[in-house]
């Protein structure tokens, strides 16, 4: 599989009166076209970050300050805001936790998806119109014909957000960004969401970004994952060793929160402590201060990924020492 978007060393960065924070650093990792890369961690780790960065909607006054972000082969992070916007619009899709934010209120669903598709694709309003209601059809939504020119309001959250993956679909971007895309929904919607996401993506061929502190979610849904803690990959594979092999403590912890996973108990771990926040990440690796296997060096030194079984982990216990 090619590389649909390579992230190269990314590090983002907020200025501040009291000094520039730094919340990314060196985060490196590639998604192949049809693949869907789970990104976990706590809230604060830098998943929803790392999404922001790649759509170029960052909040001020946060900003890039190092590494490269290619779709394509090409590089978007340097884009002036207008090629930006055509991206997001086009090869680029988003699906975020609250449909609201994506939806305009005062437009009928079909005009929007419509209005999406003739921007960016070479079909007539009829056509596209056809083409909203396919989507809204492949969606899930019963009665599409009639639902187009129903507003946001009058759709229940689940369907509200199938609205939304119908909308991010419609230009046919080549990646999908979904950032906790089930979280506001009942539980009993939430797998439908996601098996629907994960079909449609798949029948696209379209790469997808799942960002979520839903274990759950990443073990149903993603190829690979990568495990973020404080504004770094913490460990990152195939997402059945990650999950049945976690190499990282902190994964190893987080996989405490699945409970599918209950059969191996014996070996999981509650993460005491919380994420350190921005001004106050520990020095050699961030995690030692709530890791079980913390060594003198772990407090001095940060380790970089490095091989660890299938995967790849940040954590010195998987250091070869090469005589
Ligand atoms: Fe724990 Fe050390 Fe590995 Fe960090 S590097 S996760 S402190 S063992």
């Known amino acids: ?132 209601i396919e989507l809204l059809e492949a969606t899930g939504i019963p009665a599409a014909r009639e639902r187009i020119n129903h507003y946001p309001h009058q759709f229940s959250g689940g369907m509200r957000q199938r609205v939304v993956i119908a909308l991010a679909l419609a230009a046919e971007p080549k990646l999908i960004i979904a950032d906790e895309p089930t979280t506001a929904l009942d539980v009993s919607i939430q797998a439908q969401i996601i098996d629907l996401l994960k079909k449609l993506c798949r029948s696209q061929g379209a790469a997808v970004m799942l960002i979520t502190h839903d274990m759950g979610v990443i073990a149903e849904t993603a190829d690979r994952v990568a495990v973020m803690y404080a504004g770094r990959i913490a460990e990152i594979g195939p997402v059945a060793d990650v999950i049945q092999r976690p190499q990282h403590p902190y994964t190893v912890g987080l996989m405490g929160s699945i409970p599918a996973l209950d059969a191996h108990a014996d070996r999981l771990v509650q993460i005491d402590g919380s994420m350190p926040r921005l001004n106050a990440i520990p020095p050699g690796c961030a995690f030692h201060p709530r890791c079980g296997s913390v060594m003198p060096r772990c407090k001095l030194e940060r380790p970089e990924l490095m091989p660890a079984a299938a995967s790849q982990a940040a954590c010195w216990l998987h250091e070869q020492v090469h005589a």
């Open 1 to 132: 599989m090619t590389d649909l978007l390579e992230v190269r060393n990314l590090a983002v960065e907020f200025p501040s009166r009291h000094g520039t924070l730094k919340a990314l650093h060196e985060v490196s990792f590639s998604i192949a076209a049809g693949e869907v890369l789970g990104v976990v961690g706590e809230s604060g780790a830098g998943k929803s970050l790392t999404g922001a960065a790649i759509i170029g909607l960052l909040d001020a006054p946060g900003r890039i300050s190092g590494g490269q972000i290619l779709l394509n082969g090409k590089r978007i992070d340097n884009l002036p805001d207008e090629p930006m916007r055509r991206i997001r619009g086009r090869e680029i899709g988003a699906i975020f936790q609250d449909p609201l934010t994506s939806l305009n209120p005062l437009y009928t669903v079909g005009r929007q998806i419509t209005e999406t598709i003739v921007t960016h694709l070479p079909l007539s309003w009829s056509q596209a119109q056809q083409r909203a």
